[in-house]
């Protein structure tokens, strides 16, 4: 704008308005406002177009700009003042009336600082001040400055005055007068400078924006309006700062990020120049700065409708590669990012999805922590945010070996189960995406970390149960999710529930104690309890100190017993459990302690004890549940389950509550329901709910006859006509619920027997009246003869094989006391081992038990540990399994013993786990089995087992085990059997045995060939002491053999635990017998060990419900004291359903001689293998006339009837299999049955009538000869 000379002659002539007296400084204030109001109205009035007004004000016009106007101290002058001068300006526009520049720069500062009035607005003057800024933005008048060389100072006044006035208080019009003086400077001025921008951006800092939020507002308007023309200046800013390091170029430059982070919230296009910058700033070496520029990065990236990302993928990239920085914070950061990006542009999971698996498995917990805090907060937000992937991460850190990761992911996945799955807030989709969570989270209870536990607890009462729902919806709830579960997740629920019975027994012991009188023993005992209740709650060190002051406190509070006993108590309700886990909280707390580690370790033993979701009202829910799914009226198919297994799971969860809640299920609706699934087909159904009466049925004969009387008929037909487990729990139930019992004495004495006898000589703990002897021989004996003393075929098999285990266990326990270990021979040593390859599969897996437990605790001697080596003949891949994990723990804590105790040293012959390849060696060369030396499946046979063996001990080479095993075997080969040291047949077996074992080790060790540190020390019992002046180096093997056991195909598992095999005639007693082996019995077979068609059968176990379709006739035998009587020749093994055609081999009686064995063995064919444990009891009519007249070995102790040996055609003296289907033609008649059945009771109980009385009879002597023996009494009372 051009400045104009004013005429010298008009300056000096003032002309005022019409009305205006002369304006001067002599008058007083009042009445200069009141003049300068009437000038303003005048100026106010007039516009442009009047051209003699305007000449003729001129004077007045540069009148109104002298000092005396604008430095008036009066703000109502001023005011005035600078509207006159702002109409001046719009009238004269767009020339002005004043030439000088310091003087048009002083107007503007003066019109600036009035602007400051506008501040307030309920001032009488904010209409004057209103009128100036409307009339200065319309006019555009600042532009005037343009031409001024320091117009920049007017500009940065003009700016920090405007943002220092705007408030709450002004209205729309104000601020776009604002907005349009300034935008007005910015868009037709030459540039913006620093200072000027700085003016604008400071009102975007933090700081600034919370202290005038409309600042902040003017600010960001202002910017989106001039985008195009300060973008450059901003670019340059950031520039100098972020590039150069400027810092000094402006008193913003460390608010930088922040502004970058305002300016992209504004409009992006401000930055479109400045994140190439930010790139470069990500890749600084100083992790400070890579931190600061990843948090603001990851605002922008994050922002919800930030398109940062796609706009610019190099960037996108490059802090994509932040997620791996080396330093912490850094990854942090990006980690946090994650969250706020899947909400907001789930577009980028897919990118983020690898970067979150690295970091999911960053070695610093915060981090690990991090991720599942992002996963989850997405998910929560919506689930189709998170994919699968994301939510496998989270499931995998529920695994972390740190506390605090995995409680937030367990937590996590709790609360995403609780919001899609049971409030369904997604649809069944979502609920089907997270219908594992259940399932991982119970899995986790598998656990050996108490604080894991707990938590399980503590997420299934508030997130898959949870327990403050209404009794129904809770019950409901828990019904499905049982119908739903897996079946290890099953057994981790009914591990929950057990678990918290078993704490709520130890509080009611606790409890119980209370109520006795103060002792030393009462204190000891309730200490014991303390100390198992700690053990069940977190950090077991702290929890015993605060389980003492509880118990301090209870026993000084009476009413807390109270509170707690109520709380235990069977009775209880939920709705009471709450309330006293409250009283007993409130009484604990201490307001003066914020903090209370002893009340928080109160409330979990609360929590695990308090019944919160189980009580009687519950439990009548459930069955309600349960008849609805069984009328089909249930939503069984909405919730995801099918009607049959929701039955199942019902009913299987009512059994298990039973065990927990008994008292819960007494009511006469919950029996009615339970009544009715005892009549349904389905088998488990009826089973299930057979076991729930018998668990809480206790009180239903004396509470409810109508169930009673109800019930009684069904249990009697489940008894007779159910499933053999239906059978079983019927006849269980029948014992548990009604009290008349008539036991039969006669069907629990054999096994009882037994034990007796057993015991009693445990008391005795010596051999001085030799009943031990005669003991071995009465055990040896039942497991000859199949559990069937007196061979009459009238026991049923199940009976049989429970004898057979109660024998080969009697020995077990008398082979635990050192003087009746040394008189065990080795011939009944071999016929226990061989029960672990009983026919039963019950027999072999309680026998091993039995055997692994003993051996644990060292009780047994090391010799018994070669019994597992028979395990490998087991054709149950699970009981294999099971003897090899019971090998390793024996052979370890055998190890560790001899680590632990120095002076296990000395006795390294019965300790130390190598020494049992002796053992093993003799007992595979007595198998039964072994028949044929250089039979290659009975080698691969002896091989297998072996190898069962030596894989565990020579799985570590420790102190150069593999060539003291070698050695030991080497040695083995110098000597004989001790058990027939004259039998070349016997000791070519062992021969052979060693020469298999040599070649396993050689063929699976390298370190075999080296020198033993030691000279391995054979037991004596079982090999004579080598002899000095040979050596037996000879190779028993063929090399094909050997070539046949190294590469040849591996055998097929066979049924040889379904069977059992005979003794060889190493097995047997030797011709001349000690007073030890004086009783003996004839046994038979009834499979084959490689008959294929047992297979099924053996794994099964069904063999022993189950009728034989041969039928054996055999002689009973009598009892003699005489030794070289001659016996009936033995009998043929059978198979189940087949006939055999030649006696086994090893089957002979044991009376032969070696030269008549061989003869034998040359005269025909090899038959097949008889059952495994004992020595066949039937042979063909053609064999039996054979055998009588040639041989006639002796039997086992027994003395034949000379009328029986006579008459071999009578059927009572001959041995014939008779097929089941011609036994059946012959059926007698009911009343025959009868007689029978009456004389096979009256006949075993007078047997063992017969042996409980010599039993008690020596009891009664011991006990009067010996009353003062106080320990014998304490043992015979025990």
């Known amino acids: 704008m051009a400045f104009p000379q004013p005429k010298p002659a008009d300056t000096k002539i003032i002309t005022y308005p019409p009305g205006v007296k002369e304006i001067t400084d002599k008058i007083s204030n009042d009445e200069l406002v009141k003049r300068l109001k009437m000038v303003v109205k005048t100026f106010m009035d007039m516009d442009q177009d009047s051209e003699d007004e305007k000449q ?112 709450n208080s002004h209205n729309q019009k104000v601020q776009m007068h604002m907005l349009d003086l300034m935008s ?55 520039n100098q700062v972020l590039v150069l390091g400027k810092s000094s170029v402006s008193d913003l430059s460390e608010h930088v990020f922040d502004l970058i982070m305002e300016l992209f919230a504004i409009d992006p ?94 070695p610093e917990e915060a981090i690990r922590h991090d991720v599942i805090v992002t996963i989850i907060t997405a998910g929560k937000k919506d689930l189709s945010l998170v994919n699968d992937q994301l939510l496998g991460f989270v499931r995998e850190r529920t695994l972390d070996k740190r506390w605090r990761v995995r409680k937030e992911a367990m937590m996590g996945l709790a609360q995403l189960y609780k919001k899609y799955c049971l409030h369904a807030e997604a649809g069944k989709e979502a609920a089907q995406n997270v219908n594992w969570i259940k399932d991982k989270l119970l899995h986790i209870y598998y656990q050996n970390s108490i604080d894991d536990k707990l938590l399980v607890e503590k997420i299934f009462a508030q997130y898959l149960v949870p327990h403050n729902l209404e009794t129904e919806e809770r019950m409901k709830c828990l019904y499905y999710l049982y119908a739903s579960l897996d079946p290890n997740a099953v057994k981790a629920l009914n591990e929950m529930w057990k678990c918290q019975n078993m704490l709520r027994s130890h509080v009611r012991e606790l409890l119980d104690l209370h109520k006795q009188p103060a002792s030393e023993a009462n204190n000891n005992a309730m200490f014991a309890k303390l100390m198992a209740i700690a053990k069940n709650l977190p950090d077991p060190g702290k929890a015993q100190d605060f389980m003492k002051k509880f118990n301090q406190v209870l026993g000084d509070d009476e009413r807390l017993r109270a509170q707690l006993e109520l709380l235990i108590s069977p009775a209880c309700s939920c709705k009471q459990a709450e309330i006293c886990v409250r009283e007993i909280t409130r009484k604990l707390a201490n307001p003066k302690q914020p903090t209370n580690p002893f009340l928080e370790m109160v409330k979990f033993l609360l929590e695990r004890i308090a019944p919160v979701h189980i009580d009687s009202e519950a439990i009548s829910s459930l069955v309600k549940l349960m008849n609805k799914s069984i009328e089909g009226s249930a939503d069984d198919e909405e919730e995801g389950v099918t009607p049959d297994s929701a039955i199942r799971a019902g009913l299987e969860l009512l059994k298990v509550l039973s065990f927990t809640h008994p008292t819960s299920f007494h009511s006469s609706e919950t029996y009615e329901s339970l009544l009715q699934c005892l009549k349904m087909e389905d088998d488990k159904v009826a089973e299930a709910a057979i076991q729930i009466f018998r668990n809480t049925g206790h009180k239903i004969e004396t509470d409810l006859p109508q169930i009673r009387s109800s019930l009684i008929p069904i249990l009697h037909q489940k008894a007779k006509r159910g499933t053999p487990r239906q059978a079983k729990q019927a006849v269980h139930c029948i014992h548990a619920i009604f009290t008349n019992k008539e036991v039969q004495l006669a069907q629990i004495f054999e096994v009882q027997a037994i034990k007796l006898l057993v015991r009693w000589l445990l008391g005795m703990k010596n051999n001085q009246s030799k009943s031990a002897n005669s003991t071995l021989r009465l055990l040896s004996a039942m497991l000859v003869s199949e559990g069937d003393l007196t061979e009459q075929k009238k026991i049923s098999k199940s009976d049989m094989s429970r004898l057979r285990l109660a024998a080969g266990c009697a020995i077990l326990k008398l082979a635990q006391e050192p003087c009746y270990h040394e008189i065990i021979t080795p011939e009944q040593f071999q016929l226990c081992a061989l029960v672990i390859n009983d026919e039963c599969y019950q027999v072999r897996q309680i026998f091993a038990l039995k055997l692994h437990k003993a051996l644990g605790k060292l009780l047994l001697p090391l010799e018994y540990m070669a019994v597992f080596a028979l395990c490998a003949k087991d054709p149950v891949k699970e009981r294999r399994a099971h003897a090899r994990q019971c090998l390793l723990k024996n052979i370890s804590i055998r190890r560790e013993y001899i680590k632990q105790n120095p002076m296990a040293h000395e006795k390294l012959l019965s300790l130390l786990p190598e020494y049992v390849v002796p053992y093993t060696v003799h007992l595979l060369a007595h198998d039964p089995d072994f028949t044929k030396t250089q039979d290659i499946e009975q080698l691969r046979d002896i091989k297998e087992c072996l190898w069962f063996m030596l894989e565990v001990l020579m799985t570590k080479n420790e102190n150069n085990s593999h060539a003291f095993i070698r050695k030991m075997v080497e040695n083995i080969k110098q000597t004989k059997d001790a058990q027939a040291p004259d039998d070349c047949k016997m000791n070519e077996k062992l021969y052979i045995v060693c020469d298999v074992a040599l070649t396993v080790i050689t063929s699976k060790s390298t370190t075999y060939n080296l020198d033993s540190p030691k000279d391995p020390v054979l037991p004596t019992k079982f090999f004579t002491p080598p002899d000095k002046d040979s050596c037996n180096s000879k190779s028993y093997l063929s090399d094909e053999a050997k070539t046949l056991l190294l590469t040849g195909k591996p055998k097929p598992a066979t049924v040889l635990g379904a069977v059992n095999k005979p003794l060889s005639a190493a097995g047997r007693r030797p011709q001349t017998r000690t007073p030890v082996s004086d009783t003996g019995s004839n046994i038979s077979g009834n499979s084959e060990p490689s008959s294929p068609a047992n297979s099924e059968t053996s794994e099964t176990g069904v063999s022993e419900n189950e009728e034989n379709p041969v039928i054996l006739i055999s002689v009973t035998p009598a009892k003699t004291e005489k030794k070289d009587e001659p016996s009936l020749p033995p009998q043929t093994s059978t198979e189940r359903g087949k006939k055999r055609t030649a006696p086994a081999a090893g089957s002979e009686n044991i009376q032969q001689t070696p030269e008549e064995r061989k003869s034998e063995e040359t005269a025909g064919p090899v038959p097949p293998k008889a059952r495994r444990g004992r020595p066949p009891k039937a042979v063909s009519e053609s064999n039996v006339g054979k055998n009588t007249d040639t041989n006639k070995p002796a039997g086992r102790g027994r003395k034949r009837a000379a009328a029986n040996q006579e008459s071999p055609a009578d059927p009572e003296a001959t041995n014939v299999k008779v097929p089941k289907q011609q036994e059946t033609n012959v059926k007698r008649a009911p009343a025959q049955r009868q007689m029978d059945l009456q004389r096979f009771v009256f006949n075993s109980w007078l047997a063992f009538s017969c042996v409980l009385i010599y039993s008690l009879l020596v009891h009664f002597v011991l006990v009067f000869a010996f009353c003062r023996w106080s320990r014998f009494c304490n043992l015979y009372i025990t």
């Not at 007045?60 to 002058?77: G, Q, W, Y």
């Not at 320091?150 to 220092?164: A, H, M, V, W, Y």
């Not at 001039?226 to 670019?235: D, G, H, L, V, Y």
């Not at 997620?323 to 789930?346: G, Y």
Request: proline share 4%; glycine share 2%.
């Open 56 to 167: 003729q004000y001129l004077p007045l016009a540069l009148h109104l700009a002298s000092e005396f106007f604008l430095r008036n101290p009066n703000k109502d002058v001023r005011l005035l003042v600078a509207c006159c001068l702002a109409d001046i300006f719009r009238i004269y526009a767009p020339e002005a009336p004043y030439t000088s520049h310091d003087k048009l720069k002083d107007i503007f500062m003066f019109i600036t600082r009035q602007l400051k009035g506008l501040e307030d607005t309920k001032s009488p003057q904010f209409n004057r001040y209103f009128y100036l800024l409307e009339n200065l933005a319309w006019v555009k008048s600042y532009n005037i400055c343009f031409e001024l060389e320091d117009c920049n100072e007017i500009f940065i006044q003009l700016f920090r005055t405007l943002f220092s006035v705007i408030n």
């Open 184 to 238: 007005s400077i910015i868009m037709e001025g030459d540039g913006v400078t620093q200072d000027l921008l700085d003016s604008i951006l400071i009102n975007l800092i933090p700081a600034h924006k919370n202290m005038n939020k409309q600042a902040y507002d003017l600010a960001k308007v202002l910017l989106k309006r001039t985008a195009q023309t300060i973008e450059p200046c901003i670019a340059s800013f950031f």
């Open 269 to 362: 296009h401000l930055l479109l120049s400045v994140m190439p910058q930010l790139e470069f700033k990500l890749k600084s070496n100083d992790g400070e700065e890579r931190l600061a520029v990843v948090r603001l990065l990851a605002k922008l990236f994050g922002a919800k409708d930030s398109e940062l990302a796609t706009q610019n993928r190099p960037l996108w990239q490059c802090f994509l590669g932040r997620f791996n920085d080396i330093h912490v914070p850094v990854r942090l950061e990006c980690v946090k990012f994650a969250s706020h990006c899947l909400m907001n542009h789930p577009d980028l999971a897919k990118d983020l999805t690898e970067f979150l698996k690295v970091r999911s498995h960053d």
